[in-house]
């Protein structure tokens, strides 16, 4: 019984100590500020991460436009892994055909083994084309690639 008293007094000064720099910050008595506001600390571990090429308060300018810091993650981790432009990825997630991360990541991974360009799968995708249909229009040779996964139909 003890131990549980003191579990929850702990935790409750760690909520104190957690929140009370947030309480103190608050003025009741000040105005919005015009200014642009500085950057989270969420935007500023993205930037650090993205490098010299990524300010932090453009970071904050897609957050004040809708999208979120974990899309802005995701697509610079998909750039990072196909050598594409981050920013161009996140146009594609949220333009008008709305692609979702495991179709432009399906459509790049295909791509880069096929030899094609990825923006033609995803054209052949948005005419109803299934992705296995894709494989088999450009694969080359019989049979399912060993690379596009377990051929389910071969008999072991």
């Not at 003025?27 to 919005?32: Q, T, V």
């Not at 090429?53 to 802005?72: N, R, S, T």
């Amino acid at each position: 019984m003890r131990s549980k008293k003191l579990l929850i007094a702990m935790l409750l000064i760690g909520l104190y100590i957690s929140l009370s720099p947030l309480v103190a910050m608050a003025d009741p008595n000040a105005s919005p500020s015009p200014q642009k506001p500085e950057c989270n600390p969420r935007a500023r571990m993205l930037a650090t991460l993205m490098g010299d090429d990524v300010d932090c308060l453009d970071l904050m300018d897609l957050q004040a436009e809708g999208i979120g810091f974990g899309v802005i993650m995701k697509a610079y981790s998909l750039s990072q892994t196909f050598d594409l432009d981050w920013e161009d990825l996140v146009e594609s997630h949220r333009g008008e055909e709305g692609l979702g991360w495991g179709q432009i990541m399906k459509a790049h991974f295909l791509a880069s083994r096929l030899g094609v360009e990825a923006e033609e799968l995803l054209e052949e995708r948005e005419k109803g084309v299934g992705w296995g249909q894709i494989l088999k229009k450009h694969a080359k040779g019989p049979g399912k690639p060993s690379w596009a996964g377990p051929n389910h139909n071969e008999r072991t």
